[in-house]
Each structure stands twice: as C-alpha cells, then as structure tokens.
C-alpha cells in the first residue's frame, strides 16, 4: 500500500456513477428486486448483470424493467463460470472510483450507497467496506463481519469449542454475529462476499479475485490480500441491507457444498501451507473432505427421505379414491 501523504483522497463526483456488478444464476424474481433496489438510489449508478448461463427467467424478467436503459449492462455466459471468473468480467465496463459487488438475493436501501461512500471517503486507507446484513426477519446474518476462519479457528468452530472456553481469545468463533454491534464503523479480517464495496485504486493495487476460486471463499482470499498490502476493512453497523441468502443455489445444493469445501482447501494452502507442518495440513485437508462426506450424505438422506414421504402421500390419496 503506498504511503499515507500519497494516499489520495477522492471526492464523488455527483456525476460519476458507482458500478455495480452482480452475479446472477437462477435467481428467480430476486434478481429483480435486486436490481430495482440498485437503480432506486440516491447516487448514480452502473449496474453490470454477469448471467452465468441461467436456464430460469430470472434475467428476462430484470431487464425488462430497464428496457434500453444505457445505466444497465448485460454479459452472458455460455456456462456457468463460476462467482470469481463473472465478477472480473464486469471489471472492463466499471466506472468511477467505486465498486459495489452484490449478491443477487440481497435488497439495499436507496441511500446504501451515499453511505458507503461517505464512509470510504472519510477513511481512504479502506480498500473495502461491508454493511450490516440481516435476514428477512431483521436478524443479523453470519459472517457480515468476521475473523479469517484460519485452520485452528476452524477446528474451533467445528467442535463448538468456543462454548466450552467463552474466556478464552485461542477458542473464539471467527464469526462475529452474536457479539454485540459496535456503536461505529470497526476495522474486521473480513467481510462477506454477498456485499463488498471496495476502492477502484485499491483493487488496481491487490488485482480482482482469484479465478481458481468457483464458489466460496473468494471472498475471504481478497480480504486476506487486501491486508496483506497494508490496507484496512471496515465493518459498518450502520448501514443495513437485507440478504435472502441461497437464492441462486437452492436446487443444487450438493454442487455448492463441493466447490465450498474445494474453495475452503485452496485457502487454506494458498495462505497457511507455510504456517502449518506437513502433516497437519494433511490432517486439515482430510478433515474438510470428511466434513463434505458428512454434510453431502445428510443432504441425499433428508433429500431420499422427503421423497418416500411424498409417494407414501401420493399412494394414500389414490389408496382413498379407490
């Protein structure tokens, strides 16, 4: 990161639109909503929709809201690239000095925007700025701000440890959720990846995301390069969006689980094979792999299950017409 005297501070320009890329595949009426909340705001915006081939008419019925609107732009895929790849597409049609990276299932208020950039302005050591996300019921949403989930704080978390050593900082979960909210903005090792509002400059400094990244923890990559190049991350309690999360992957859920725990692999030896010994790492990528075995055969059994319920169903509604 440079030097703070060569820090530049940027003043919006009323004029100068904020880009806004989102990611869509199969989201339903959410991409939508999504984007009409994204073209309500007070600030000028530029919205980039990266299909990722969707076969629903998620996209169809977006754009037809904005027909021959010039502040929307639309990429589609052949297939499906994945988040990381999509994302970077949209970097060649940015403008200004802010990027907002929006999940399609998440709905912001018209002044989100003005927020974010009031706050990056005031602290242009910020590469990055998250909000507060809720659930629909208002609930906050784990992992809107966040500790690197580091192999050990992993274990920690796997095995509720944390309940069993409260006192202790070794044992502290890396979701920060059921902490209470700061009064102001604070610095955290990361945010979530359904909503990052990041500097142009800073991002021309760290380069986009990693590609090798298709599903999950591309977002915690780029908050870990971010700091590694001296910049800061910044948590703000008090602009508040909403997250209907799991709106694009509902329906293939085993497919999310693999490239979760595939991303969760590369993480970890990308950014810690230097900090664990050989064997542990070892320990470590079998211990993820268990993980998927275990969370994938739970899927299929509830899956197997809610399927002989519904032909035993089917069979006792016809045995009763008979």
Request: hydrophobic share 40%; net charge positive.
């Amino acid at each position: 990161m440079k030097d703070e005297n060569q820090i530049e501070t940027v003043a919006m320009e009323t004029e100068t639109p904020i880009s806004v890329i989102i990611v869509n595949y199969n989201s339903g009426p959410l991409l939508a909503r999504c984007v009409q909340s994204v073209m309500s705001s007070t600030m000028p915006v530029s919205t980039i929709i990266v299909d990722n081939n969707s076969d629903d008419d998620s996209l169809t019925k977006a754009l037809a809201l904005y027909k021959n609107d010039t502040r929307l732009v639309t990429i589609r895929n052949a297939v499906n690239a994945g988040f990381a790849h999509a994302s970077n597409q949209a970097l060649q049609h940015i403008k200004g000095n802010y990027l907002l990276f929006l999940n399609p299932d998440c709905i912001i208020k018209p002044d989100t925007l003005e927020k974010m950039v009031r706050l990056m302005n005031e602290n242009p050591e910020v590469a990055m700025a998250g909000p507060l996300i809720v659930n629909p019921d208002g609930s906050e949403q784990r992992g809107c701000r966040r500790t690197i989930p580091t192999p050990w704080r992993s274990f920690v978390r796997a095995f509720g440890l944390s309940r069993y050593f409260q006192k202790s900082p070794r044992f502290k979960d890396f979701l920060l959720h059921k902490e209470p909210l700061p009064e102001e903005p604070v610095d955290v090792e990361a945010i979530s990846g359904a909503f990052m509002f990041v500097r142009k400059s800073a991002l021309d400094e760290v380069g986009p995301l990693d590609e090798g990244y298709f599903l999950h923890c591309e977002d915690l990559d780029w908050c870990m390069r971010f700091r590694q190049k001296g910049w800061r991350i910044l948590f703000d309690p008090d602009t508040v969006i909403t997250h209907f999360k799991g709106g694009c992957s509902k329906e293939k859920h085993i497919f999310v689980l693999w490239h979760m725990h595939k991303g969760m692999i590369r993480f970890y030896t990308k950014f810690f094979k230097e900090r664990y010994p050989g064997p542990l790492m070892w320990l470590v990528v079998i211990g993820v792999w268990l993980r998927f075995a275990v969370l994938a055969g739970h899927h299929a059994f509830r899956k197997s299950l809610a399927g002989f319920q519904t032909v035993k169903t089917k069979m006792h509604a016809h045995s009763r017409t008979l």
